[in-house]
């Protein structure tokens, strides 16, 4: 991910059982047209940076892939 903090506070909720969504959960929901409000106002235990940690983690995933297939 491109912020390392992002990744540790999404990290640290998954792992201490704090939120059951991993990051493909928000990603479909956002790509399913929901709002990052619509997904704060239904999961109210995520961050707005929960959600851009997602978003971070997405982007540098198809980076790799990118990379990979370069």
């Known amino acids: 991910m491109s912020n390392p ?3 540790r506070a999404f990290a640290s ?3 201490s ?3 059951s969504l991993i990051a493909y959960d928000v990603l479909s929901y956002l ?6 409000q619509d997904i704060l106002h239904d ?3 995520l961050t ?4 851009q940690a997602c978003l971070s983690y997405a982007a540098d995933r ?9």
């Open 48 to 51: 707005a940076e929960d959600i």
């Open 62 to 70: 198809e980076r790799h892939l990118l990379v990979a297939h370069a």
């Open 31 to 36: 790509a399913a047209g929901m709002t990052p």
């Open 17 to 19: 059982g704090l939120s």
């Open 13 to 15: 909720k998954s792992r």
């Open 5 to 7: 903090a992002q990744l």
């Open 43 to 45: 999961f109210p235990y």
